[in-house]
């Protein structure tokens, strides 16, 4: 099967791409959107990521990731201590998901918002129609679109 691609938004100031290239790898946690969910139920080992700071000045693609381990319950959803927890979900009927993304590469500069809307080779992009899911499919020509805007010749 081809790999899939990917953009997955995270607030800089909750876990940046800095701490994702620190860490190595982290499990991606605490979706709460059933589309989102959803998406991450379809990816496999291998997809690609674009890594997006969202809340930032001006949000934007930072870097990217890979999908290391494909997805599984959410186990945050079943901690009554987590910020995650949700009553709903049982853990032999999870309602919530996530998987694990690895560090990949962090751009020499952000690819901000306003670049990505402005390219019309983007404007069918999921991020620029319907900007607030957290973790949204993008098309390989696309993918590559971006990492040629960021400089990236990895």
Request: charged share 30%.
């Amino acid at each position: 099967m081809a790999n899939q691609y990917w953009l997955m938004k995270s607030e800089p100031y909750v876990y940046s791409i800095d701490d994702l290239e620190k860490d190595g790898s982290t499990c991606w946690e605490g979706v709460r959107n059933y589309m989102a969910r959803n998406n991450m139920r379809a990816m496999s080992v291998g997809d690609e990521v674009l890594y997006y700071h969202s809340n930032d000045k001006p949000p934007g693609v930072v870097g990217l990731a890979r999908v290391c381990k494909e997805a599984y319950p959410d186990h945050y959803a079943f901690d009554k201590n987590e910020k995650y927890f949700d009553a709903k979900s049982d853990p032999d009927n999870p309602r919530w998901w996530m998987v694990d993304v690895e560090f990949v590469a962090k751009f020499h500069e952000q690819v901000g918002l306003p670049e990505l809307k402005a390219d019309p080779a983007l404007a069918q992009m999921e991020l620029i129609r319907y900007g607030r899911l957290s973790v949204q499919a993008v098309t390989k020509k696309e993918f590559a679109h971006v990492k040629k805007m960021a400089g990236y010749k990895g």
